[in-house]
C-alpha cells in the first residue's frame, strides 16, 4: 500500500521560533498533498492543499504568511510554521494523493510551543 | 469547514456488544470513508464506500451508504477493549481527490 512519512513526529518549540515538518510520500509520486490541524478533542480541519510546482491553496482563515508551504517535488511537501505561540499548539498531520485516487496520511506531528 | 455531523458523540459499551456511529454530510460525494484516531495519535483508515456503493462490509465492520439521505452508518460488531477510540467520518467531495471533509466525530468507549 502507499506510505506516507511524517517527520518530525513531535516536535517542541520555543514561542517565536520556526518549525518545518515534513511529508513524504515513500512509494508513489503524490501530485497533491493536504495538510490537516487537529486542536485537543477537536476534529480535523484542511488547512491547505498544495499542487507539486505550484502554490499552496488555503483554506478560509487559515494565515498563508504564518503556515508556509512548500511542495517542491513530487514526494515532499513542507509545513513551516513560522514565529510559532503557544495557540499554534496542535497536532498537524498531511496526506498524500495521486490524480483519482484516496489520500494517504502520515503519521501526524504533535506540536508544542512554550 | 466542517461538512460532517456525526452521533453520538460519545457511546459507551460493554465489551460483545455492538456499536453504530452515524454520519451526515450536506454535499455530494465521489467516496465516504472511515477513520479510527486513537487518543493523540495518528489515524487508522477502515473503510472507503464509494458514492455508487450501499454497502461495505470489512471484518467486524459494516459500513452502509444512503446517498439519497446524505447520511452512512459505521457498524463495530462484537466490540472489544481495544476498539476504544475516536471514529471519524470524512467525505470527499470535490474535484481535488483526497480532499477529505472530517465529522466531528464519535468517542468510542469500550468496557472490558
Known amino acids: 500500500g502507499a506510505v506516507v512519512s511524517q517527520h518530525p513526529s513531535w516536535v517542541i518549540c520555543k514561542s517565536g521560533t520556526s518549525v518545518k515538518i515534513e511529508c513524504r510520500s515513500l512509494?508513489?509520486?503524490?501530485?497533491?498533498m493536504f495538510w490537516y490541524r487537529q486542536f485537543p478533542k477537536q476534529s480535523l480541519m484542511l488547512m491547505a492543499t498544495s499542487n507539486e510546482g505550484s502554490k499552496a491553496t488555503y483554506e478560509q482563515g487559515v494565515e498563508k504568511d504564518k503556515f508556509l508551504i512548500n511542495h517542491a517535488s513530487l514526494t515532499l511537501s513542507t509545513l513551516t510554521v513560522t514565529s510559532a505561540h503557544p495557540e499554534d499548539s496542535s497536532f498537524y498531520i498531511c496526506s498524500a494523493s495521486w490524480g483519482a485516487t484516496e489520500a494517504f496520511f502520515g503519521q501526524g506531528t504533535r506540536l508544542t510551543v512554550v | 469547514s466542517q461538512q460532517g455531523e456525526e452521533d453520538p458523540q460519545a457511546l459507551s459499551i460493554q465489551e460483545g456488544e455492538n456499536a453504530t456511529m452515524n454520519c451526515s454530510y450536506k454535499?455530494?460525494?465521489?467516496?465516504l470513508q472511515w477513520y479510527r484516531q486513537n487518543s493523540g495519535r495518528g489515524l487508522v483508515h477502515l473503510i472507503l464506500i464509494r458514492s455508487n456503493e450501499r454497502e461495505k462490509h470489512s471484518g467486524r465492520l459494516r459500513v452502509t451508504l444512503d446517498t439519497s439521505k446524505k447520511s452512512s452508518s459505521l457498524l463495530i460488531t462484537a466490540s472489544r477493549a481495544a476498539d476504544t477510540a475516536s471514529y471519524f467520518c470524512?467525505?470527499?467531495?470535490?474535484?481535488?481527490?483526497?480532499?477529505?471533509?472530517f465529522g466531528q466525530g464519535t468517542i468510542l468507549t469500550v468496557h472490558p
Open positions: 454535499t455530494s460525494i465521489n467516496n
Open positions: 470524512a467525505t470527499d467531495g470535490g474535484t481535488s481527490y483526497g480532499k477529505l471533509t
Open positions: 512509494d508513489f509520486q503524490a501530485t497533491t
